[in-house]
């Protein structure tokens, strides 16, 4: 079954934390994620998550100005890594998320890309014993060269790779629609042959990420897609609204918004 989370940080840039979840759940959501709690008032987010009811579905481990894109991929950066994760785990504790997405990071100049690969992989098989543990998945994501220059997953091909070489059912991929579609397309074939090594999907319509059916993806092809490939998580609508004066959950039918999957 498909359940639906809202991302706040796109969707509801620059408003304060209560008034983000105030509007999930007064659109009728049950769900919401967002990038980086680790910036932002724990107690305000906890109160206001509370307050509304709602699950947080998902959340990113942070990053530096140093790894701007994440620490996951770089050699030098294992220390890190793994403060993060560390980090985020006790976050995901007081939160009660379920899902962490990994950032790759950038690839590395000189080192090439099979290597980079499997010491992602290395990383995330050393990582995935306490993932499992605190009953966590671990998620990579790969994302579009032109909105992430340099970025070092760019296509599921690879990411898919890395879950495969980690072996892991607790390390998966976040198959972000929007990303995909511009980068590789052929996304119903994708999702069906990799749907068991999926953990989350995110989704914004092509070309402006704005939300579905404003754009050149078929959503209600590719949500049924999903639905039948037997998917059991969040989709997350990672997306910008495309007016200020239109309703940007207009296309999802309410009945569909107060699914949860956890408490």
């Known amino acids: 079954m498909i359940a639906y989370a ?19 759940a007064a659109a009728g959501f049950t769900a919401f994620e967002l990038l980086f709690p680790q910036r932002i008032d724990l ?25 701007p894109r ?4 770089h050699p030098e950066a294992d220390d890190l890594f793994f403060a993060q994760l560390s980090e985020a ?22 080192m090439a890309k099979e ?3 499997e010491l992602v992989a290395q990383r995330l098989r050393q990582a995935a014993g306490v993932a499992t543990s605190e009953g966590i998945t671990l998620l990579i994501e790969a994302l579009n060269i032109d909105d992430n220059p340099g970025y070092f997953l760019q296509h599921s091909r690879d990411g898919f790779d890395i879950v495969g070489a980690v072996g892991s059912p607790n390390v998966k991929f976040q198959y972000d629609v929007y990303h995909m579609q511009l980068m590789e397309g052929n996304l119903i074939n994708t999702i069906r042959e990799h749907i068991g090594q999926i953990g989350h ?4 319509d092509v ?7 404003t754009g050149e993806i078929d959503y209600p092809n590719v949500l049924r897609a999903i639905e039948a490939a037997g998917y059991h998580g969040y989709v997350g609508l990672e997306y ?24």
């Open 6 to 24: 809202v991302n706040v940080t796109h969707l509801m840039r620059g408003l304060p934390v209560r008034e983000q979840l105030r509007r999930v």
């Open 43 to 67: 107690d305000e987010l906890i109160a206001a998550k509370d307050e509304f009811g709602l699950t947080m579905a998902l959340f990113d481990l942070n990053y530096d100005d140093r790894y």
């Open 70 to 73: 994440g620490h996951l991929s």
């Open 89 to 110: 785990i006790a976050l995901a504790r007081r939160l009660g998320v379920k899902r962490l997405n990994a950032l790759a990071g950038l690839a590395v100049p000189g």
């Open 115 to 117: 290597q980079q690969k």
């Open 201 to 204: 999907i995110q989704v914004a």
């Open 207 to 213: 070309p402006s990420r704005t939300e579905p059916g």
């Open 240 to 263: 910008r609204p495309s007016r200020p004066d239109v309703d940007p959950f207009a296309w999802l039918a309410p009945e569909k918004r107060a699914r949860s999957l956890w408490p």
